[in-house]
């Protein structure tokens, strides 16, 4: 498996001033960041970014909020990145998220669940590179 993921901390979260502790649970679940900016997602950049969702009902809604405020784009890096990334956020719904992860600890609701990762490592390295650029990345 890949060691690099792509991680955003979502516009509910940098709303509550809480990048800081979303960024202490990645750090503590063994990954590192590589990468990281403050960013105001344009509406056309967010719809990009969401293609591969963009016939599902809640898609319209999904990019309104994601522009509604700056996010905080990632290059995280630790062995089994992905995957990693994946336990500590917990699911989508923070309602099912188990204790400990960072979307039941942290999230609001399904739609404004605090982070985004990658869950692929192929789709890991597209969005990376949607994001930045090879230089902006120091391991
Ligand atoms: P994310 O990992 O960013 O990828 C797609 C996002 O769509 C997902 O996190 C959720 O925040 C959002 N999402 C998924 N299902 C729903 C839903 N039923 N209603 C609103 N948003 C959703």
Redesign the pocket.
């Known amino acids: 498996a890949a060691n690099r993921t792509f991680s955003i901390i979502k516009p509910d979260a940098t709303r509550r001033n809480i990048t800081g502790a979303v960024t202490k649970m990645l750090e503590e679940a063994g990954l590192r960041v590589i990468a990281s900016k403050r960013i105001q997602m344009t509406r056309e950049q967010a719809e990009g970014f ?1 293609a591969v ?1 963009k016939e599902r009902p ?1 898609f319209g ?2 990019v309104s909020f994601m522009i509604s405020g700056p996010v905080v784009v990632q290059v995280l890096e630790g062995e089994n990145a992905m995957q990693r990334n994946r336990d500590i956020m917990g699911a ?1 719904n923070p309602a099912n998220a188990d204790a400990g992860t960072i979307r039941k600890e942290l999230a609001e609701s ?2 404004a ?1 605090t982070v ?2 990658s869950d692929s490592d192929e789709n890991a390295e597209i969005e990376i590179a949607y994001f930045f650029k090879p230089e902006e990345i120091v391991g």
Do not use: Q, S
């Open positions: 969401y969702h809640f809604e999904l989508t399904i739609e669940n985004h990762g």
